[in-house]
């Protein structure tokens, strides 16, 4: 499908087919666009439930690296293709769609089992992801102040590619550990079978017969939290009505926020180069986020029984402030929001999809998670679409009536001042806050359910090495 996709549009932009409907690029954006969706849940949904005790550290070095691949992307192509904007569209087709040909057979569910060191791997995946994170700001840093050529790109992809292969090393060494662990001594010693009687079994006559119960009643009937949820039961639960609420809020007001930086930047009368700072520091720092709100909110689940919901709650709070420092700006202070825009951005996914994975199971986890998401475009829809779009061009406006000019004397709508996103933005935070309100709502719901053994019944049917 991604290959498929944005070949199509390969061919189209550089003319070598005729030149499509506005249908039809449509239906060539939507199918190389929703493929990721399928890599994306096929790598997810097989990790976490390989690692189910490790859900929200896996969950977030995921979701990181894929933080990551765009700056990564973007090296591979300067190092490829130069500045040639159209091949970048084919590097998009091909690389994807080759590396899950290579990879397709590694990405596969095995059997649970316990090793003593697991987490201790994670964390090693994690400092590497670190240290790429850092090689790839500092690249884009030097990359805006020197120019760089062919080569230096390409020694550039070299370092790329070193950081990605050093996690494929350590699973490498960590299988040849365990083999060495697992492989029978020379001469093993002599044991003596002892032979048990068998009880004597009853033959079954009767198979009990399993009730099945109607559709609907299987909705009211829920398991407890924790257990394997059915998808109708999970969907309409109200502890999803909750979670889709504030994701809504949140990630909704999140997007906007990052959609409109650079607009928010030229309004407030920033230079260029400041203004892809912003948008840098937020890639960066969103990555950050999304490694540290799954490994921090594992390490907090497991030491101190503390609620995944209350990290989002928090998150949403940081949020929210986030968005009143643009809306009532002081000198600089569009860098701390940035930063902490991209923050709490990163911080939302892995929880919510954490979350969704210990309340309702496990067994209709790829639906579920999915799901859960639709609430991110539907809020960014509404809240950068409806909301901030509109009250922009409605100062805009303003802006123009006061020149004495009109909407049909510009081409653009252009609004510089402070004035601009003042009230959007108040109105992001105050949403904002009230998704944290109600996630407050889901941790009160769920307090009892994170203070017993959530993981008891992984370790149970887990092997131990």
Partial sequence: ???????????????????????QMCMYICIGANSQNFANTGALVTCV???????????????????????????????????????????????????????VYTIRPMKVVRQPNELRVFYHFLYISIALALFLMVMNIMQKQIAF????????????????????????????????????????????AVQKPEANEQPKTERAEKIETPCFGEICNKPPRGEDYTILQALLSVDMLILFIA?????GSSLTAVDNLGQIGESLGYPTKTISSFVSLVSIWNFFERVFSGFVSESLLVRWKMPRPLMMTLVLMLSSFG??????????????????IGFSFG???????????????????????N???????????????????????REALKVLASKGMTRSSVKELICIGSQCYRLSFSILAAVTFFGALVSLVLVIRTREFYKSDIYKKFREEAEDL
């Fill in 247 to 251: 994701t809504l809020c949140g990630l």
């Fill in 371 to 393: 799901c859960g998401q639709l609430a991110s475009p539907l809020g960014s829809y509404i809240l950068n679409v409806k909301v901030t779009g509109m009250l922009y061009d």
């Fill in 1 to 23: 499908m991604n290959f498929t996709g944005y070949f199509m549009i390969f061919l189209a932009v550089t003319g070598k087919i005729a030149k499509p409907k506005v249908w």
């Fill in 323 to 340: 968005h009143l420092l643009i809306a009532f700006p002081a000198p600089g202070s569009v860098y701390v929001a940035s930063v902490i």
């Fill in 149 to 192: 050529s062919r080569a230096a790109y390409s020694g550039s992809v070299a370092v790329v590619c070193v950081f990605l292969f050093l996690p494929l090393g350590i699973a490498i060494r960590e299988e040849l550990l365990l083999w060495n662990l697992k492989k029978p001594p020379v001469d093993p010693p002599m044991e003596v």
């Fill in 49 to 103: 439930k390989n690692f189910p005790e490790s859900r929200g550290v896996m969950l977030g070095l995921l979701k990181g690296f894929t933080g990551l691949s765009g700056a990564m992307f973007n090296q591979i192509y300067l190092a490829l293709y130069g500045n040639d904007s159209k091949s970048l569209v084919l590097l998009i087709a091909w690389l994807p769609a080759a590396l899950s040909v290579v990879f």
């Fill in 347 to 369: 911080a939302q996914l892995p929880l919510l999809f954490a979350i969704i994975s210990e309340l309702f199971g496990l067994k209709y986890y790829s639906t579920l998670f």
